[in-house]
T-cell receptor, first 113, second 116 residues
């Protein structure tokens, strides 16, 4: 079956611009996680959704970052006023419910010039 | 709070040799422990996980790991390396229990190179 998909695969933007990154989880998975992987580092947790609600957003670095999951399926990570330090690979993962195996998408590579 | 330390950012072995990738964890609550593999330009793939059953966990592609509570370790091993094992490996920890959201805390990763 289809895995987790993320679009776009690559995004290049200029400092100060707004970007949206999309995640399509595996159908029926209620738990969805966003992680950020900077160069040479392991992924770092950003936010966790159970259904439509953000149950834990403690990993978001500041208020320029926001994520939604309005219908409990697709999620969008939104970054305002991008900075060069936001350059990273943004990973999405879904699981059937919390506590089950997380399946990762291929990531979106964001480059802020 | 949880953290993971992977000793050795780069490990190089010969084809057919033993693979040993080290992982130590810190957790204030009983942990779940994971090893993930990441091939170039691909997503993370779960190799194996420890969830409080057997302490010796067998995973895919001939890998296994042993949970040692006294040493707070979860090292990954494979008896004989293949060229196809060349990739980056991440150890991760999450809290378990009713209040956990099971978010993963990852180590910095170990790049495994396999030489012919």
């Amino acid at each position: 079956g289809a895995g987790v998909s993320q679009t776009p695969s690559n995004k290049v933007t200029e400092k100060g611009k707004y970007v949206e990154l999309r995640c399509d989880p595996i159908s029926g998975h209620t738990a969805l996680y966003w992680y950020r992987q900077s160069l040479g580092q392991g992924p770092e947790f950003l936010i966790y959704f159970q259904g439509t609600g953000a149950a834990d957003d403690s990993g978001l670095p500041n208020d320029r970052f926001f994520a939604v999951r309005p219908e409990g399926s697709v999620s969008t990570l939104k970054i305002q006023r991008t900075e060069r330090g936001d350059s990273a690979v943004y990973l999405c993962a879904s699981s059937r419910t919390r506590g089950n195996e997380q399946f990762f998408g291929p990531g979106t590579r964001l480059t802020v010039l | 709070a949880q953290s993971v330390t992977q000793l050795g950012s780069h490990v190089s072995v010969s084809e057919g040799a033993l693979v040993l990738l080290r992982c130590n964890y810190s957790s204030s609550v009983p942990p779940y422990l994971f090893w993930y593999v990441q091939y170039p330009n691909q997503g993370l793939q779960l190799l194996l996980k420890y969830t409080s059953a057997a302490t010796l966990v067998k995973g895919i592609n001939g890998f296994e790991a042993e949970f040692k509570k006294s040493e707070t370790s979860f090292h990954l091993t494979k008896p004989s390396a293949h060229m196809s094992d060349a990739a980056e490996y991440f150890c991760a920890v999450s809290a378990r229990g009713g209040g956990s959201n099971y978010k993963l805390t990852f180590g910095k990763g170990t790049l495994l190179t396999v030489n012919p």
